[in-house]
C-alpha cells in the first residue's frame, strides 16, 4: 500500500493560529496525528474544514507500526538514504519522560 505524505512544514512548536494560517496555502488534505489532538481537532476542523483530517483515536498516537510504514515508504523512495534521516523528531520529550521527571522533582 503506497503512502504519499509529505512534510508540508518543518516540525517546529507554533501557535495554532499560526500553523492554520500556514497550511491555508496548501490546496491538499492535511492528516493531523499526535496526543494531543482531542484538545484542538474541533477548532482544526472549524478552520481547515473539509482540508482537515483528523485521525481517530487508535491513529491518533505515534506507534512503533506507524513510524515503520513511514520508514518503509522513505526507503523504498531512496534505498541508499542514511538511517540518521529515517530517525523520528520529536518537538518535546514523551508524556512518560516529563511525568517520571516531574515525580522526581526535575524538568530534565
Do not use: W
Not at 518503509?72 to 519522560?97: F, G, M
Amino acid at each position: 500500500m503506497p503512502f504519499n505524505l509529505q512534510t508540508l512544514i518543518e516540525p517546529a512548536a507554533q501557535s495554532l493560529a499560526a500553523l492554520t494560517t500556514a497550511l491555508q496555502k496548501y490546496d491538499q488534505p492535511v492528516i493531523f496525528v499526535g496526543e494531543g489532538l482531542h484538545s484542538y481537532a474541533d477548532t482544526l476542523t472549524e478552520i481547515l474544514a473539509k482540508q482537515a483530517v483528523v485521525t481517530s483515536a487508535p491513529y491518533r498516537l505515534c506507534k512503533a507500526a506507524l513510524v515503520a510504514i513511514r520508514g518503509q515508504s522513505l526507503l523504498r523512495e531512496n534505498p541508499d538514504r542514511p538511517y540518521e534521516e529515517l530517525l523520528p523528531v520529536y518537538l518535546r520529550k514523551p508524556e512518560a519522560e516529563r511525568l517520571a521527571a516531574e515525580r522526581r522533582g526535575g524538568s530534565e
